[in-house]
């Protein structure tokens, strides 16, 4: 469900964000070993960074 080009935004980006940064890599790896489904781990790891989006908005800060 949701806002198609959110989603298709948040998909990709979270696809970029699992090959750029260590950080997303390893919880993707993490979710997608214990669900089984890789796809699962990816949006999961859009949630993720829509969380992280939020909260750099949110207190105005650039991502660390």
Not at 23 to 50: D, T, Y
């Amino acid at each position: 469900g949701g806002r198609r080009r959110v989603r298709k935004a948040l998909y990709m980006a979270a696809l970029g964000a699992i090959r750029a940064n260590t950080r997303f890599k390893s919880f993707f790896q993490a979710v997608a070993e214990r669900s089984g489904s890789k796809k699962v781990g990816i949006i999961a790891v859009a949630r993720k960074l829509l969380t992280v989006l939020n909260a750099m908005q949110r207190d105005r800060k650039a991502f660390e």
